[in-house]
């Protein structure tokens, strides 16, 4: 049974930085693609970062290009996202996500219709 939880969200203020953590259990390889996504109340949820097995490939979304990092570490199940030069709209329930597949286009990295798994969320509070 495939287990995702995140952890490391939190209140921060407007400029500052958090680490998010996912751990990952019961896959059966990791040849999987693993991706964060974000929701705020009233939105959509919406693709934030993506990284495909061996690090191929690697995404991010407009709004957090070049200020947030994601990395994973396959031999210790774990996916991270850094987010730094934080800002109140940033502010949303965290999802870490595992795919069936290990690459992939840009545009099916992006669609949250393509994961399979998702943990419960990690909230992350920026106030300015």
């Known amino acids: 049974q495939v287990h995702l939880v995140e952890s490391g969200g939190g209140l921060v203020q407007a400029g500052g930085s958090l680490r998010l953590s996912c751990e990952a259990s019961?896959?059966?390889?990791?040849?999987?693609?693993l991706g964060w996504f974000r929701q705020a109340p009233g939105k959509e949820r919406e693709f934030v970062a993506g990284?495909?097995?061996?690090?191929?490939?690697?995404a991010y979304g407009d709004s957090v290009q070049d200020r947030f990092t994601v990395s994973r570490n396959d031999a210790e199940n774990m996916l991270y996202l850094q987010m730094d030069r934080l800002k109140p709209e940033d502010t949303a329930l965290y999802y870490c996500?595992?795919?069936?597949?290990?690459?992939?286009?840009?545009?099916?990295?992006?669609?949250?219709?393509?994961?399979?798994?998702w943990g419960r969320g990690t909230q992350v509070t920026v106030y300015s």
């Open positions: 019961g896959l059966s390889s990791s040849a999987n693609s």
């Open positions: 990284v495909s097995w061996e690090d191929e490939m690697i």
């Open positions: 996500a595992a795919a069936l597949w290990s690459r992939a286009s840009q545009m099916t990295m992006k669609n949250k219709n393509e994961y399979f798994y």
